[in-house]
C-alpha cells in the first residue's frame, strides 16, 4: 500500500500515552526551585544558589547520591502533577513552538497547504477553523474519481416525483430553487464510498437486522418431512439464507442547478422522502458538509464537473489523511496543545488514494492532484505515501511535479521517504528519489517518547529504525532532512477517536510541512514580494539541520535557525536557485554509488555535471507573456547567473579540482575516488563539498555524496562470519558481501547466548537483508523480519537458555548483500548476537535466473519447450558441495494472452483530465478483452507488463482495467497493480482497460497488446525428471530416475525433463505453464515454464492395425463403396431434418429415414431429430416467448415423443447394468444404452413441455414487477385436467431418469407443473437452484431474466416481502443497465 505509516508499528504494542521520564517538582522531598533537567540520560543539575557549596568533591558526590536515591524513590510513589502535553504533537525539538511563541501571527497563516492522500474527514477535530478565524478546509476534492455519479438525461416533473435508479419513486423538496425545472438523476453504491471498517461496520449491522428477520419467517415454517411443500419452503428459506449476501445500500441523487450553482440531495435514508431534505452545494463555495452514515458519524462532501453532468461524492478512503492534517495544521483554541505545526494555515485536502483499490493511489488520482495544487495557488503540498520505485527521479508524474508545481508554481513539495528502513536504499517514491520534492525521513526524541510512548526507562534520541535510507540506486542522498515521526492529534470522526497516536515518516513529513508552512508565512508577512522560490526555502531548510550523525550529512529540521538563515541571505538572489548533479557513468547517475564488487576493486574517476536550476513563471508561458516580458526577465537573470564555485571532499581518498567556474547551463569536474583501501565489509560515506567563493560561511551550495560499500570476498566455505555484535539501543550493525557467483540462498543465523542477567529485558532486533538488481525495486531481492532476543519470563535460576533463529532468503550470484541489523530504538537494554551468513547455490548452467519478480511472482530460470517431448539442462554447484540433490519440478498455474476485440483511442473530455505538462486533454486508450471461465470461484491475475506494476517510474499516466460480468456488473478493479482475484460465478467476463497517456500517438503501439492471465491448475502437474535420455522412454537400460544425490563445487549434472506427460483439458496449445523447479532442500526454488505444445489428433488404432469384420471382407470394394456412400447420405437427411421449414417436407424426410433404418438405434436417431426439430427451444423456459407452442405443435411433439420414448426405453433400462464395464463388448454396449438413456430423458422433457402448454400453464406475462402478473392460468375443462394428470405423470417418470431434481432440464420441465399446483415453494426452490447454476452468458440472459422474474413471483405467493423487498433492491446492482466507467 502507498501509506508511509510505519509498516511494523511499535515493540511491544506501545500505543498508550503514559508518564515517560517522571520530572522533578518543588514538592518532591523538598528539592530546591531551581533542580533542572539537563539531559535524556543524566541527573539533575544544582545550580548556585540551591544546596549549600561544598569545595569537598566526595562529600558532594555522597551528598547528590542521597538526593537521586530520595527522588528516585518518591518518584516511584509520587505521581507528577502534569501530561507531559508538550510531546502529543512534537515542535519543540525542531524549534517550532519556540517560532511561533516568538512570532505569533507566523503560524502558517496566509498559506495553503495541500494534502495528498486518504482524503480528510470533514467531521475531525481541530479542522474547523485556522487561528485566525478562515474556514480551516479549503475544499475536498476526490482526484481519483471513485466517488463519481453519472447523471441522466434532464428530466422534469411538475409533481415532485422522479423513479430513481434504485427503483424507489423520489419525492422531491418544494423548496429547492430550481428555475429550469430540469432534474438529472443518478446512484451511487454506499460501499463503494467507504473505507474498509465502516464499511464492516454498516455490514455488520444490516446483516444483523436482515438475519433476524429471515430467522423471524423461518420460525414460523412447518417443518413436515411428509409434505413436499413444507419441506420445499424450509429449504427454500435455507437456501435463500445461505445465499444472501448484504450488498449495501443504493444512494439516489438528484442533481440541479439553482440558477446560481449545482446543488445534489441524497437519499442516504433508502426512503425516497427528499421532501424535507438539504441540497448540497459545492464545499468550495458553500462549505456544505452532510453526513453519509449517520450511525457511524460518516460525512461527505460535494462537487460538481462536466457542467453538472457529473456528482462527485467526496469521503475519505482511510484514517490516515486525518492524522497527517492534524499534524500539518490542526488548530484547537481550547486545547492549544492539541494544535498543529502551523495552526494559520488552510488545508487543500486532495483525495489520491482510491476505494475501489484499497486507499491504493492511482495515475488518474496523482494527476489530478497536481492540478489541483496549481489550480488552488497552494504554498506547499504534502505527500505521506509513496512505493518502491524501479528508478529514481523519472516517470511522467515526476516530471510534472517538478516542472510545473515546484519550478514554474513554486509550491513547496515534501514526501515522506518511507517505511522500508533499516538498509541502505530503502527509499521510496517521490519522497526518497525525487529531485525537486524533499525527502524525510522520521526521528524519535525525548518529548515524544515521554508522552507517547509507555517506557519505563528512556533512551537517546535517534532515527525510527524502520524509517528508510539513501542513498538511492543512482546515488543521491535519498533523505533530505528529519523531523519527529509520531504524532497523537486528530482522528476522523467515524472512528470514534479524538485523538490517535500514529508513527511513521507519513507523520515526520506533515511536521516538515508545517514548517515549511510556518517559514512561507512569515517570509510573506516581513518578506513580501513575489511568491518566493521553494528552493529557497528548501536551502534554508537543508543548510541548518540540526547533526543527528546520519548518512550525508542529513540533520533535525530547526525552524527559528532556517528562518534566520533565510532573512540573513535574503538579498542573495542565488538562494532561489538549486544545482542538479550528473554523474556520467554506467548510466546516468546523481551521486557517486559504489556497491557492487567490481565496482570498488580498482580508482574510479567521474565526470561530474553540476548545474543551476532556476524557478520559472505561470506568467513567462508563451500564450500569458505575449510580448516576453516575464520571459526576458527570466533570461535575463540565467544571463546574469555566475558563480565561482569551491571544491572540498570530505576525505582523503577522494580527490577534485581546487575550483570550477559555473555559468546558468553548468560545468563539469573530475573527481577520483580510491575505494581500494577502504576496510572491506563496511559502509563508507564522503561529500564533495560546493561552496560559492563569495560567500563561504553560508555553507555548501551543493553536495555530491559518495557511498562505497566494498563487500567482503566469501573464501571457499562460502560462510561469512560476523562475529559478535554487541547491540545498543537503535544500534544499527551493517555488513556487506559479495555474494559468491552462483549462489542462490543465504542462510542467516543469529545466536544469543542470553548469558545476561534477569534483569534484562529481551529486545526486538531487525534483520534486514538487501540487494539491488538494475532497474528493479529494492524489494526484489530482500529479507525484513523482526526476531525476539531475550525471554519474556524467567524461571528461578534459569533465563539463561541460549537462542538460535535461522532466515533464509534468496540470492543473486555476484551481487552485494547488504546484512543489516539493528536493536528496536526502544528496546532499553543491551544485547550480544553472533550472526553467521552461509550460501548454497544449485543453478542451470545457462542461467542464473530464478529470483523474485517485481509481481512477486518466481522469475523464470527454465524455458521448457512441450513439444520437444524431453529438455534437458545442466545444473551445476560453483559455491560449495551440494548434497541431497533430489531434482523435482511441480507446475501449478499457466498463463493464456488475451488479444483485445476492441481498441478505440480518444481524448478525456473531463475539465480534471487535462494534462499539466502540456495544457491539453489526456488521450485514453480503451481495449476490450473477452474471457469465459468453465467455474465458480475461479481465481486468475492479469498482467500487462508494459504498464503494470508502475506508478511513480511509469511512462503513462494511468493503468487500470475493470472485470465485468454477463450482467455488467463490476466484478473486480485493479488499478497499476495486479493481484490474485476471485471470479464469482462461471461464465462470460468482459475485461475494460484504460492506459492514460498525453501523446495518442505513443499509445497507438498497444492497440494490440496482449492481456496475460495466470490461472491456478487444478490439480498441479510433476514432470518426471530422469537421469539420462533414455530414462525417459524406458527403464530397460537403467534407472529411471534421477540418482545424482551429490556434486562437488564446480561439479556438473544433466537433467532430463519428461515432457510427453499428458497436459490437463484446462489448458491450450500455447498457453504457458508455470511452476518451479527444488534441487535440493538448502538452495533456492528455480522456476521453470513449459510451453504448451500443440495437440495433435492420432487414431488409436492404426489402419493397418484395426481388423475388418468378416461380413466387410467378404464384402466387394463397389458394395463397400455404396454402403459408405449411404451412411453419408442418411447423415446429410439427418442434419436437413432440423433445417427444413415446412412441416410436410420434415414429415416424409422422417418418414424415409425411419422406413429405411436398420435397426431400432437409426430409427430412434431419426425420431430424436425430429423432435429435435419440433421442439427447437428445449432449454427455454417454459413461459418465454421463445418457447411458445402452438397447440398442434404440441400434440405432434407429444406423439413423437411417446413413440421415440417406447423405442428406447428397453435399451435405456439397460445402462445401469454396464457402469463397470470392462472388456470392449461392454463399453460398446454402455455406449448404446447411454444413448438411448439420452433419447429418453430428451423425449420426457419434450413431453413436459407440451403438455405445459396444452394445460396453459404459458401463457402468462413475463413481467413479474407487476402486481398483476401471473406465469400460470389453469383452465379447468376435462381435456386440460386431463393433460395436467398426464404433466404429473411425465414429470414423475421424468424424475426417475434424471441423474438430479436440480439439473436444468428437470427444472425447466416441471417447474409450471409445481406453479400449476399451488406449490410455490417448489417452483421458488427450483428458480433458485437452476439461477445458482447457470453461467453468465449473454445467450442465457433472457432466460435468467425470465427465471428471477419467476423467484420474485413465487416470493409474493408466499408472502415472503423481506426476500421479495431484498432482491427487487439488488437488482439495480447485480444487473445494472450500463457498464461503470472507470
Wanted: glycine content about 8%; charged content about 25%; proline content about 5%.
Amino acid at each position: 500500500m502507498g501509506l508511509f505509516t510505519s509498516c511494523f508499528g511499535e515493540a511491544g504494542g506501545y500505543k498508550g500515552t503514559r508518564n515517560g521520564r517522571r520530572g522533578v517538582t518543588k514538592a518532591m522531598i523538598g528539592a530546591p526551585s531551581n533542580f533542572v533537567h539537563t539531559g535524556h540520560l543524566g541527573i539533575g543539575a544544582i545550580q548556585s544558589g540551591g544546596l549549600p557549596p561544598s569545595k569537598d568533591p566526595q562529600k558532594l558526590k555522597a551528598l547528590m547520591s542521597q538526593v537521586r536515591a530520595a527522588l528516585d524513590e518518591e518518584s516511584l510513589t509520587t505521581p507528577r502533577t502534569e501530561f507531559p502535553t508538550h510531546g502529543l504533537l512534537p515542535r519543540a525539538d525542531t524549534q517550532a513552538a519556540e517560532f511561533v511563541r516568538k512570532y505569533p501571527k507566523y503560524d502558517g497563516r496566509g498559506t495553503v497547504a495541500a494534502v495528498l492522500d486518504t482524503g480528510i474527514d470533514p467531521g475531525a477535530k481541530g479542522l474547523q477553523v485556522t487561528s485566525d478565524g478562515k474556514r480551516k478546509m479549503l475544499d475536498f476534492i476526490d482526484c481519483t474519481g471513485a466517488g463519481d455519479v453519472a447523471l441522466s438525461d434532464a428530466k422534469t416533473s411538475p409533481n415532485l416525483e422522479l423513479r430513481g435508479g434504485s427503483g424507489r419513486l423520489l419525492r422531491l423538496n418544494p423548496e429547492w430553487e430550481n428555475p429550469t425545472g430540469n432534474w438529472y438523476l443518478g446512484m451511487k453504491l454506499l460501499y463503494d464510498l467507504l473505507p474498509g471498517d465502516v464499511r464492516a461496520n454498516v455490514k455488520r449491522d444490516r446483516t444483523e437486522q436482515f438475519e433476524r428477520k429471515a430467522q423471524q419467517l423461518a420460525d414460523m415454517e412447518d417443518s413436515d418431512k411428509d409434505d413436499p411443500e413444507a419441506k420445499a419452503r424450509v429449504e427454500s428459506l435455507k437456501k435463500l439464507s445461505e445465499m444472501y449476501k448484504d450488498e449495501g445500500p443504493i444512494l439516489d441523487c438528484v442533481v440541479f442547478h439553482d440558477g446560481t450553482q449545482w446543488r445534489a440531495a441524497i437519499d442516504v435514508d433508502e426512503s425516497g422522502e427528499l421532501s424535507h431534505a438539504a441540497a448540497l452545494g459545492a464545499y468550495k463555495s458553500t462549505g456544505d458538509v452532510g453526513l453519509l452514515c449517520r450511525k457511524q458519524l460518516f460525512y461527505y462532501t460535494l462537487n460538481f464537473y462536466d457542467q453538472g453532468r457529473t456528482l462527485s461524492i467526496v469521503t475519505c478512503a482511510g484514517t490516515h489523511a486525518t492524522h497527517v492534517a492534524g499534524i500539518l495544521a490542526a488548530y484547537h483554541p481550547d486545547e492549544p496543545e492539541n494544535s498543529g505545526v502551523a495552526p494559520g494555515a488552510q488545508v487543500l485536502s486532495l483525495m489520491i488514494g482510491d476505494h475501489r483499490v484499497g486507499s491504493m493511489e492511482t495515475g488518474v488520482g496523482l494527476t489530478r492532484a497536481v492540478n489541483a495544487i496549481v489550480e488552488y495557488g497552494a504554498d506547499v503540498a504534502n505527500m505521506s505515501y509513496g512505493e518502491p520505485s524501479a528508478t529514481s527521479n523519472r516517470g511522467q508524474w515526476i516530471q510534472a511535479v517538478s516542472r510545473e508545481v515546484v519550478q514554474r508554481h513554486r509550491c513547496v513539495f515534501v514526501s515522506s521517504a518511507g517505511n522500508e528502513g533499516p538498509a541502505l536504499s530503502t527509499v521510496g517514491s517521490p519522497g526518497g528519489t525525487t529531485d525537486d520534492v524533499i525527502g524525510v525521513g522520521a526521528y524519535v526524541c525525548l518529548e515524544q517518547m515521554q508522552a507517547e510512548y509507555g517506557m519505563y526507562k528512556e533512551v537517546n534520541d535517534a532515527v525510527f529504525t524502520w524509517s528508510s535510507r539513501g542513498p538511492t540506486p543512482d546515488g543521491d542522498s535519498g533523505v533530505n532532512i528529519y523531523a519527529p515521526g509520531s504524532a497523537i492529534t486528530s482522528f476522523p470522526a467515524y472512528t470514534r477517536e479524538r485523538l490517535h497516536l500514529a508513527n511513521g515518516t507519513s507523520m515526520s513529513s506533515p511536521n516538515l510541512c508545517g514548517i515549511v508552512a510556518l517559514l512561507i508565512s512569515a517570509w510573506k508577512q516581513e518578506i513580501g514580494g513575489e511568491r518566493i522560490s521553494p528552493f529557497r526555502v528548501r536551502n534554508a531548510i537543508e543548510r541548518t539541520g540540526k547533526a543527528i550523525g546520519e548518512l550525508h550529512g542529513a540533520g533535525l529540521v530547526q525552524t527559528d535557525d532556517a528562518w534566520q538563515f533565510m532573512k540573513k541571505y535574503v538579498k542573495r538572489t542565488f538562494e532561489d536557485v538549486r544545482y542538479t548533479i550528473s554523474i556520467d557513468d554506467t548510466s546516468i547517475a546523481r551521486g557517486i554509488y559504489l556497491r557492487e564488487p567490481e565496482e570498488s576493486a580498482n580508482v574510479r574517476f567521474f565526470k561530474i555535471m553540476a548545474a543551476p536550476v532556476f524557478p520559472t513563471s505561470p506568467e513567462a508561458q508563451a500564450e500569458k507573456d505575449p510580448q516576453g516580458e516575464h520571459g526576458q526577465q527570466e533570461n535575463k537573470l540565467k544571463f546574469d547567473f555566475e558563480q565561482r564555485v569551491l571544491l572540498v571532499p570530505s576525505v582523503s581518498w577522494v580527490q577534485v579540482p581546487n575550483a570550477i567556474y559555473v555559468s546558468s547551463i553548468g560545468n563539469t569536474f573530475t573527481a577520483r575516488v580510491d575505494p581500494t583501501q577502504l576496510e572491506a565489509g563496511r559502509l563508507h560515506t564522503a561529500t564533495i563539498d560546493a561552496y560559492d567563493s563569495d560567500c563561504v560561511d553560508r555553507g555548501p551550495i551543493f553536495s555530491v555524496p559518495i557511498t562505497v560499500t566494498k563487500p567482503l570476498k566469501v573464501d571457499d566455505s562460502a560462510t561469512v562470519e560476523l562475529g559478535t555484535i554487541r547491540f545498543r539501543p537503535a544500534d544499527i550493525a551493517r555488513h556487506f558481501i559479495g555474494v559468491p557467483v552462483g549462489a542462490t540462498r543465504a542462510e542467516i543465523t543469529m545466536e544469543a547466548d542470553n548469558s545476561v542477567s534477569q534483569a534484562v529485558a529481551p529486545s526486538i532486533i531487525y534483520l534486514h537483508c538487501l540487494q539491488l538488481a538494475p532497474e528493479s525495486r529494492f524489494r526484489k531481492h530482500w529479507l525484513l523480519q523482526r526476531v525476539s532476543i531475550g525471554h519474556k519470563t524467567f524461571g528461578s535460576g534459569g533465563s539463561t537458555t541460549p537462542q538460535r533463529h535461522r532466515s533464509m532468503m534468496p540470492v543473486t550470484g555476484g551481487v552485494t548483500l547488504e546484512v543489516c541489523l539493528a536493536q528496536f530504538w526502544n528496546q532499553v537494554d543491551m544485547h550480544d548476537v553472533k550472526v553467521t551468513v552461509k550460501f548454497n547455490g544449485l543453478v542451470p548452467v545457462s542461467s542464473g535466473g530464478g529470483a523474485f519478480a517485481d509481481s512477486g511472482m518466481l522469475e523464470p530460470a527454465l524455458v521448457l519447450n512441450g513439444n520437444h517431448l524431453v529438455a534437458r539442462a545442466e545444473i551445476t554447484s560453483l559455491v560449495r558441495p551440494e548434497y541431497s540433490i533430489k531434482p523435482s519440478a511441480t507446475l501449478d498455474r499457466f498463463q493464456r494472452p488475451l488479444r483485445p476485440n476492441k481498441a478505440t483511442i480518444f481524448p478525456l473530455t473531463s475539465e480534471r483530465d487535462t494534462h499539466l505538462l502540456t495544457g491539453t486533454a489526456i488521450q485514453c486508450l480503451e481495449l476490450e478483452y473477452k474471457l469465459e471461465i468453465s467455474k465458480d470461484k475461479t481465481s486468475v491475475r492479469f498482467f500487462m507488463p508494459a504498464v503494470d506494476t508502475q506508478i511513480y517510474e511509469s511512462w503513462a499516466d494511468n493503468f487500470a482495467f475493470s472485470v465485468f460480468d454477463a450482467n455488467k456488473r463490476r466484478v473486480a478493479t485493479q488499478i497499476n497493480y495486479t493481484s490474485l482475484l476471485s471470479l464469482p460465478r462461471q461464465g462470460e467476463y468482459l475485461i475494460r482497460a484504460h492506459i492514460r497517456h498525453r501523446s495518442a500517438k505513443d499509445l497507438e503501439a498497444l492497440k494490440d497488446a496482449p492481456l496475460l492471465v495466470e490461472f491456478t491448475l487444478a490439480s498441479s502437474i510433476t514432470l518426471p525428471i530422469e537421469y539420462s535420455l533414455a530414462s525417459v522412454f524406458t527403464d530397460t537400460v537403467g534407472s529411471s530416475t534421477y540418482r545424482g544425490g551429490f556434486l562437488p563445487k564446480g561439479g556438473r549434472a544433466a537433467l532430463f525433463f519428461n515432457l510427453c506427460k499428458k497436459v490437463p483439458g484446462e489448458v491450450a496449445p500455447g498457453d504457458i505453464l508455470r511452476g518451479s523447479l527444488t534441487l535440493n532442500n538448502v538452495t533456492a526454488k528455480l522456476g521453470i515454464e513449459m510451453i504448451v505444445p500443440a495437440k495433435t489428433k492420432v487414431a488409436n488404432e492404426t489402419a493397418a492395425e484395426k481388423p475388418l469384420a468378416q461380413e466387410d471382407q467378404d464384402e466387394s470394394p463397389a458394395a463397400r463403396e455404396q454402403r459408405e456412400l449411404e451412411k453419408e447420405l442418411r447423415r446429410v437427411r439427418l442434419s436437413w431434418v432440423s433445417k427444413v421449414k415446412e412441416d410436410s417436407v420434415r414429415d416424409a424426410l422422417v418418414s424415409e429415414l425411419t422406413s429405411s433404418s436398420s435397426d431400432d438405434e437409426q430409427r430412434a436417431e431419426a425420431l430424436a431429430a425430429h423432435l429435435k426439430a419440433l421442439d427447437d427451444a428445449p432449454s427455454s423456459l417454459p413461459w418465454t416467448e421463445a418457447a411458445h407452442l402452438a397447440d398442434d405443435r404440441a400434440q405432434r411433439i407429444l406423439e413423437v415423443a411417446s413413440e421415440l420414448s417406447e423405442l428406447v426405453r428397453p435399451l435405456a433400462l439397460t445402462a445401469r447394468l454396464y457402469e463397470s464395464a470392462e472388456s470392449d463388448e461392454e463399453k460398446r454396449e454402455r455406449k448404446r444404452a447411454e444413448q438411448a438413456r439420452s433419447h429418453m430423458r430428451a423425449a420426457l422433457q419434450s413431453r413436459c413441455r407440451a403438455l405445459a402448454a396444452l394445460t396453459s400453464l404459458t401463457s402468462c406475462s413475463t413481467t413479474a414487477s407487476e402486481d398483476s402478473a401471473e406465469f400460470v392460468h389453469v383452465d379447468s375443462s376435462t381435456d386440460v385436467t386431463a393433460y395436467l394428470r398426464d404433466y404429473e405423470k411425465a414429470a414423475a417418470e421424468m424424475r426417475q431418469w434424471t441423474d438430479s431434481t436440480t439439473s436444468a432440464a428437470y427444472l425447466i420441465a416441471t417447474l409450471p407443473l409445481f406453479i400449476a399446483k399451488h406449490q410455490y415453494a417448489r417452483a421458488l426452490k427450483g428458480s433458485l437452484d437452476w439461477l445458482e447454476k447457470a453461467p453468465l452468458q449473454a445467450s442465457n440472459a433472457t432466460e435468467r431474466k425470465s427465471m428471477a422474474e419467476l423467484r420474485d413471483q413465487m416470493l409474493g405467493k408466499l408472502q415472503w416481502s423481506i426476500w421479495l423487498n431484498h432482491f427487487h433492491a439488488i437488482a439495480p446492482i447485480v444487473s445494472p443497465n450500463a457498464y461503470e466507467k472507470l
